[in-house]
């Protein structure tokens, strides 16, 4: 059976006392505990709420990293420092560095290694932008990002990964995907997946909807067969909010 995954992806948001606040207001709350929680704030907190997350389910997370090794590459992290802090899943592909900084899957194919080397979970993001939808042209996008960024792995390492699919349309506009639109395109990873590996492999790998989920819309989106659990963005700067998502399994 795959795991369940609330993940609150905090972007650059908070300040120190205020990141502090929400893992502890987090971790005071009753939640299903069938569910994973990660939190991912900014790195530069990492190693303080790594002290207070550690006696406990909730997981941290890193937004990003480096595709090198290490050496002369200023402002970034490598995959061996992260997982010298005992974080245990990291973001890779997030559609806004996609976008800001251009990242082309090829680099997220070597961020990819760095992590399976390292022994750390990827949570690895794809989705398409409006154009691309109206276009028809979605689920092209999606395979190539798939294909792209994650089919150079066997299938022992892919089996570690967990994926993310947040439509670009949805992110941040509070407009979500509709569940059957969610469904849909979570079916059609699965089935990349089971094509290119196994059925037992594409039955093993949690795929998170991300995408202006809220406390209102996870329910009817976690119902789906291949809906595993949310990447929430803005409803996770809320204790409240991103529990009653994590409690929003049927
Ligand atoms: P919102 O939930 O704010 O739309 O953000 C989603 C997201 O980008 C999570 O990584």
């Known amino acids: 059976m795959r795991i369940k995954i609330v993940a609150g992806n905090w972007k650059m948001n908070k300040s120190h006392s205020e990141a502090i606040?929400?893992?502890?207001k987090i971790m005071a709350s009753d939640y299903d505990n069938s569910v994973q929680l990660i939190v991912f704030?900014?790195?530069i907190y990492a190693s303080e709420i790594a002290k207070i997350t550690s006696s406990s389910a909730t997981a941290l997370g890193i937004q990003n990293c480096s595709e090198y090794d290490s050496g002369a590459y200023t402002g970034q992290l490598s995959a061996s420092m992260i997982r010298s802090m005992n974080v245990?899943?990291?973001l890779v592909g997030h559609s806004e560095i996609r976008e800001y900084f251009n990242e082309q899957n090829k680099t997220l194919a070597s961020k990819i290694n760095?992590?399976?080397?390292?022994d750390l979970t990827p949570i690895y993001c794809c989705g398409e932008v409006l154009q691309e939808r109206?276009?028809?042209?979605h689920f092209n996008l999606v395979k190539s990002q798939i294909e792209e960024?994650?089919?150079?792995l066997d299938e022992n390492q892919i089996a570690k990964c967990v994926i993310a699919y947040e439509p670009v349309w949805a992110i941040g506009t509070g407009v979500t995907a509709s569940s059957s639109q969610a469904q849909e395109m979570h079916h059609f990873?699965?089935?990349l997946l089971a094509e290119k590996y196994s059925e037992n492999v594409a039955g093993s790998i949690s795929i998170?909807?991300?995408?202006?989920?809220?406390p209102e819309n996870s329910q009817e989106l976690f119902a789906n067969p291949d809906i595993d659990g949310g990447l929430i963005g803005g409803a996770s700067l809320n204790a409240v909010d991103f529990i009653a998502i994590a409690n929003s399994f049927s």
């Open 189 to 191: 990873i699965r089935s």
């Open 134 to 137: 109206e276009k028809g042209n």
């Open 114 to 118: 760095q992590l399976i080397t390292n």
């Open 21 to 24: 606040e929400l893992v502890q």
């Open 208 to 214: 998170l909807y991300g995408g202006s989920c809220n």
């Open 88 to 90: 245990k899943y990291v």
């Open 149 to 152: 960024g994650l089919f150079h």
């Open 41 to 43: 704030p900014p790195s």
